[in-house]
Nanobody
Framework: QVHLVESGGGLVQPGGSLRLSCATSGLPLEYFAVAWFRQAPGKEREGVSVIAGSDGSRFYAYSVKGRFTISKDSATNTVYLQMNSLKPEDTAVYYC????????????????????WGQGTQVTVSS
């Protein structure tokens, strides 16, 4: 049975940092792309970052490039999103999701290709 569980969200001031974790089970991560998506109130869900299972390639949305870093710990099957220099516009519910890598163009971060989702964690950036 597949499970993805996010943690690490919270309230942070602009310019601050948070690290999100996505604990996975039931997924052989070497065959899956794992992505972080976010959805702010009244906005569409958008892809933030993704890491490929096959070769560890990483891709980022333009809005977070240089500030966010995605990583993976294969020993614990956990994917992380380190978020630095946070801005109020980063406020959203963040979700991790997994897709079989052969079914998706990893860099595209198309949410329609992702079959497994976590419950989400709220990130609020505010002074």
């Amino acid at each position: 049975q597949v499970h993805l569980v996010e943690s690490g969200g919270g309230l942070v001031q602009p310019g601050g940092s948070l690290r999100l974790s996505c604990a996975t089970s039931g997924l052989p991560l070497e065959y899956f792309a794992v992505a972080w998506f976010r959805q702010a109130p009244g906005k569409e869900r958008e892809g933030v970052s993704v890491i490929a299972g096959s070769d560890g390639s990483r891709f980022y949305a333009y809005s977070v490039k240089g500030r966010f870093t995605i990583s993976k710990d294969s020993a614990t099957n956990t994917v992380y999103l380190q978020m630095n220099s946070l801005k109020p516009e980063d406020t959203a519910v963040y979700y991790c999701a997994a897709a079989r890598e052969y079914t998706t163009v990893v860099a595209a971060m198309d949410s329609r290709d992702y079959n497994f989702w976590g419950q989400g964690t709220q990130v609020t950036v505010s002074s």
